[in-house]
C-alpha cells in the first residue's frame, strides 16, 4: 500500500464537506427574513362618484410587514399600511347638478392607515398580494374604505430589494362622496 493512497479519499471527503457546507449557506439565502419595511413613491389617481374625470396625484406609502411562515415559499402576510395621495391639479373638478350644469369643488388629498393580510409567493421575483380595511382621513374629513396592493420585489442585495407596487383603494363615504384611489409606486424594500 502507497503511503499516499490516503490522499484521494481525504480530498473526495473535503470536497464533500466543502460542498455541503456550500449548499447549506445556498439554502439559508432562501430564509427570508419575518420582517420587512417598504417605502414606494409614484403617481396615481382619484375618482369620484359625484365628478367627471380623473384627478392626478402624487402618492406614497409606508408599509411595515410581517411573514409568519418566512421560510416557506408560499407564506401569509399580516401588514400595517401608512399613505396617502396628495392632488396635484390645482383645478377644481365639475359637480354635476341634478338639473344639469356644473358645479366646481376640489377633489381632496387623502391620508391612511389600514391593516392588511395576504400571500407571498418566493419565485424569482417575490409576489405579494395584499388586502384589508383602512382608515382615510383629511381636509377635515374622514370615511371607511378598502385597499387592495401588488408587490413585486427584485431578488435582495444583502437586505434591500427593488419594489414595484400598485394599489386601489375605494373609500365608502368621504366628505359626502364615494372614492377610488389607484397608484403606482416605486420603491425599497428593507428585509
Not at 27 to 56: H, K, M
Request: hydrophobic share 45%.
Amino acid at each position: 500500500m502507497n503511503r499516499f493512497s490516503f490522499i484521494p479519499n481525504f480530498t473526495r471527503c473535503g470536497t464533500l464537506v466543502v460542498l455541503l457546507a456550500g449548499s447549506a449557506d445556498l439554502l439559508s439565502a432562501q430564509v427570508r427574513p419575518a420582517r420587512t419595511f417598504d417605502i414606494t413613491a409614484g403617481p396615481g389617481v382619484t375618482v369620484s362618484d359625484q365628478y367627471n374625470g380623473l384627478d392626478a396625484a402624487a402618492a406614497g406609502e409606508l408599509t411595515f410587514a410581517r411573514r409568519i411562515h418566512p421560510a416557506s415559499p408560499v407564506t401569509s402576510v399580516l401588514a400595517v399600511s401608512v399613505g396617502g395621495q396628495v392632488q396635484l391639479s390645482g383645478v377644481d373638478a365639475c359637480l354635476v347638478r341634478p338639473g344639469g350644469g356644473c358645479t366646481t369643488r376640489d377633489v381632496p388629498s387623502l391620508f391612511h392607515v389600514g391593516l392588511l393580510g395576504g400571500s407571498e409567493f418566493l419565485t424569482w421575483l417575490p409576489v405579494r398580494v395584499l388586502a384589508g380595511p383602512a382608515f382615510y382621513f383629511g381636509e377635515g374629513t374622514k370615511g371607511a374604505g378598502a385597499q387592495v396592493q401588488l408587490d413585486v420585489a427584485t431578488p435582495a442585495l444583502g437586505r434591500v430589494a427593488l419594489l414595484l407596487s400598485g394599489r386601489g383603494s375605494y373609500v365608502a363615504r368621504f366628505d359626502g362622496q364615494r372614492l377610488q384611489l389607484g397608484t403606482v409606486g416605486l420603491g425599497l424594500r428593507v428585509q
